[in-house]
């Protein structure tokens, strides 16, 4: 194989996703432990400086204590070069969290193991359903008292209509936690609570069916029950199957406790055996095989002003065919140009790293002076195709915009829509009127605040928002539906987005189903394409 290949093939790209307080932070950093890239020292750190350290550069973010923005790892660990795409575990920020899910390959979920699926998990296992991304479930926080292991199990097939299935199999959780069992190698790894920051310490591995030492291992009690839970399991649990991995439709479940080193290493061993080398992405002249076609990428998140004292903006793309060499021409599909890059950078945490190369699969960020969108596909100059759009995800609460000094007005319509391009708001019109009346949307609540605060501090314009009772969007799909003779409800109002695309929206679920019910015809959709 050609080294270029090999380099493509080595690279493993997944997000990570949890309902806060999971440990995803925690698995991270010991991910990040393994490989090396952080020493010891540097892993010990407090949820606060942690989460400081990965982005500091806005004020609400300090103020709050929460990580705003969502970051990209790179490391290396037994010959993968391994990119991690971390997102915000702040239920506001689920915008942002759901584009990133569009940049990986797979997605690791990590469930704590006394709370099950939470609300956060069960919106962004949307996303992985709606992608057919490979989904690698870690349950975290063994070394506290956990819930039923059968219980857990039960609640992702049925909350998350996924079929899951245990690669190890935890013996007692809490004060009596004694470590998991294996159930490839049909043995035990007996549990010690390594010190924090440390590495995985010695477990002791003992073959199941040697009755008198697992009885010594783990005690008559536990050992009878691991058997009773064995037999169980082998009978009851889906067959390992790694099509069914690849294509979603099967999870495959790991306990462990994160903060004391356990199961990590086991995790991260089998997760690289089982995820995939970067797939290929669908575009519209079909499917773009990574290790087989030139230099292409899409973007997939923008971000300005992360540094407030360059004033810049970021595209950080997903390349998903070839290899990317500094100053190289490329083509911007969307924008009909061809162009060099500027100043290609690795966004690492809060670290910047020039690139002399990349390859699919990794994640790199450029300057933007405004000319990309969430998106936008680059390809080599010769070529012309674009990806897949990433979809535009339903905002769920709304408000009315309105501008204190109107004589800013020209300030306010820049700010606005630049906030807009970036993903963070999604902004609509009346139906009837222009720019002069402008509706809000976002996932998130927490976003008004952050428009807010970014059009007073970025832009100098003082805002203020007038909440609405709307929680339902839909986009209208036929589009030969005359928006003017649609028999709508009450509480129904229309509105455009900035292409001018009809969409309506709701106060209740139910006034979505009386409309579709008096509009013979009409489709509406819950995600709307940029
Ligand atoms: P998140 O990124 O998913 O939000 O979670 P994070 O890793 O920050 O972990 C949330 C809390 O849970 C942290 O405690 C962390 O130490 C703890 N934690 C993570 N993994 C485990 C585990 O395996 N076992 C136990 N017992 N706790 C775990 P904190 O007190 O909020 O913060 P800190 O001061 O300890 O950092």
């Keep these: 194989m050609s080294d270029y290949k090999q380099e493509i093939n080595r690279r493993r790209t997944f997000a990570i996703i949890s ?210 839970e064995i037999e169980l399991l082998d009978g009851a649990s889906a067959e390992f199957d790694l099509d069914l991995v690849r294509s979603g439709d099967l999870t495959p479940v790991f306990f462990g406790s994160a903060l004391t080193n356990f199961g990590v290493e086991f995790f991260l061993q089998h997760f690289l055996k089982m995820t995939t080398t970067p797939l290929p992405r669908k575009a519209d002249t079909g499917f773009i095989v990574p290790d087989e076609h030139d230099f292409s990428a899409f973007i997939f998140k923008i971000q300005a002003n992360m540094n407030k004292a360059h004033r810049d903006r970021i595209a950080f793309m997903r390349i998903c065919s070839g290899k990317y060499e500094a100053s190289m021409e490329v083509k911007h599909v969307q924008g009909g140009k061809v162009m060099r890059l500027s100043q290609p950078q690795q966004i690492m945490a809060s670290e910047r790293k020039i690139l002399d190369e990349a390859y699919a699969g990794d994640i790199i960020g450029v300057f933007d002076p405004g000319i990309f969108s969430i998106g936008d596909t680059l390809c080599m100059p010769k070529e ?65 605040d952050v428009l807010k605060y970014r059009l007073e501090n970025e832009y100098n314009v003082e805002i203020r928002l007038e909440n609405l009772p709307y929680e339902h969007i839909r986009w209208i799909e036929n589009k030969e539906i005359d928006l003017n003779r649609l028999v709508g409800t009450s509480d129904m109002k229309k509105i455009k987005d900035l292409k001018g695309n009809p969409l309506l929206l709701f106060v209740n679920a139910w006034s979505v189903g009386m409309t579709l019910d008096r509009n013979e015809g009409l489709k509406l959709s819950e995600f709307g394409r940029d």
């Excluded at 975290?140 to 079929?163: C, H, Q, S, W, Y």
């Excluded at 905002?395 to 004589?407: C, G, I, K, L």
């Design 384 to 448: 012309q195709f674009s990806y897949e759009g990433i979809p535009t995800f339903a905002p769920e609460h709304f408000a009315r915009v309105r501008q204190v000094d109107t004589m800013k007005r020209k300030q306010f319509v820049k700010g606005i829509t630049q906030i807009a391009q970036e993903g963070a708001i999604q902004i609509f019109q009346e139906f009837n009127t222009g720019m002069e009346e402008i509706i809000v949307g976002v996932v998130g609540v927490l976003q008004f």
């Design 19 to 228: 309902h806060p307080d999971a440990g995803k932070t925690t698995l991270t950093e010991k991910f990040l432990l393994y490989g090396g890239a952080i020493n010891l020292a540097g892993s010990v750190k407090g949820k606060a400086t942690a989460r400081h350290a990965v982005s500091d550069w806005m004020e609400i973010e300090k103020e709050r204590g929460i990580s705003v923005t969502s970051s990209v790892l790179q490391f290396e660990y037994g010959g993968f070069c391994i990119n991690i795409l971390d997102t915000p575990g702040h239920q506001d920020f689920s915008e942002d969290t759901y584009r990133t899910l569009m940049a990986a390959d797979s997605a690791v979920m990590v469930i704590d193991a006394s709370k099950g699926v939470e609300a956060q998990t069960r919106k962004l296992f949307k996303v992985c359903v709606m992608r057919k991304i490979p989904i690698f479930t870690f349950i975290n926080k063994l070394d506290r008292d956990a819930n039923d292991t059968f219980e857990l199990l039960d609640e992702i097939e049925k909350e998350l209509g996924i079929a899951t299935c245990p690669v190890n199999w935890p013996i007692g959780s809490g004060k009596r936690f004694k470590g998991v069992y294996d159930r490839e190698r049909k043995c035990i790894l007996t549990y010690s609570d390594t010190e924090k920051g440390t590495k995985e310490g010695e477990t002791t591995q003992i073959p199941a069916e040697d009755s008198d030492k697992l009885t010594e291992a783990i005690g008559q009690e536990a050992a009878d029950t691991l058997r009773e």
